[in-house]
């Protein structure tokens, strides 16, 4: 398949439009042919280098351009990412991504950043990182230590890219995914939805995504978070069906890979979320804070499991494995 053109935006913007209940059943259907439509990953997010980023990115609170008033930090002590990282294995995560507000990360970096991938590791923990652009060294090094997965993400079309963000251009951001995928870490790359783009923006997105050479195992589908001081912090809500269409395409165009249901929970109903997981989405952020911005309290998300019937999906690190197939295959194996 490698290079091949799997959708036209064409065909792509089709599945976008179809009548809701159309969309999402297919979308449900493609999503029971891969994984157990009751199971949702928890993952944790950790900002490990907060603020004065000096990249313009128009949505972010952590931009030192965007006249934020969020102080820059240093990159933390890999002790204490260890510990936060055990805390959220406690509390029923199974992956941790790791987050520092950088264009790219330094070469005298790399030593803390590959004792936090391989001391997260140890614990058992899936692991993600998403640090800016990447040389070649870098992602070798990160991939030596047991990275799991990189999340750099194209956030909108190749057309709104440049609206949004001027520090940077979408090949730029399209040549560190290369430099992943080529180096064999999964890639995790997705975007945000709700920052005035078009729906083409959205649709053309995910068609950029679901025709990379091998398409990204994990893709974080984001509402904007409007924040203070930044270009988009009065933009126009995005009426929330257009958000579930978001989905609900990623999971049709992108069937194997894992649908993240990111940043934005913490103002969205029960039954918004309700609808996406059954759009496709199998993956939550857990815990009160993302990387700077809030998130739904733990209780309200155990409440919200319980009254879905949802069960954490298992950790895994090769292949999707879902805890009714671990446990078959266990079964398996002991019978054999
Ligand atoms: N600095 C690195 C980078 O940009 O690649 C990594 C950290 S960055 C904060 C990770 C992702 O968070 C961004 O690519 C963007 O998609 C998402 N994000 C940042 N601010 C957001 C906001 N206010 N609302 C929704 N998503 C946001
Ligand atoms: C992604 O797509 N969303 C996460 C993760 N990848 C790194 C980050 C969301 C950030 C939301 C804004 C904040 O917390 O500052
Ligand atoms: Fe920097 Fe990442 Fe925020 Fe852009 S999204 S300003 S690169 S921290």
New binding site residues.
Partial sequence: MSGQQKWTVEEAREIYNKPFMHLLYEAQTVHRAHFDPNQVQRSK?LSIKTGGCAEDCAY???SARNGSKLPASKLIEVERVLEQAKKAKEGGATRY?M?AAWSSPKDRDMDMLTAMVEGVKALGMETCM?LGMLEDNQVVRLKNAGLDYY?H?IDTSERYYKEIITTRSFDDRLATLTRVREAGIKV?S?GIVGMGEKMMDRVEMLVTLANLPEAPQSV?V?ML?PQADTPLANVEKLDPIEFVRTVALARILMPTSHV?L??GRSEMSDELQAMCFFAGANSI?VGE?????ENPEEDKDAALFAKLGLETMAAFTEGRVCEKEAADVAAATAAE
Avoid: E, H, V, Y
């Fill in positions: 997010l972010c609170s952590q991504c987050g998403t999340n993400n995790c997705g974080p984001n978070m993240r990111s940043a952020f804070t993302l990387l700077t911005a």
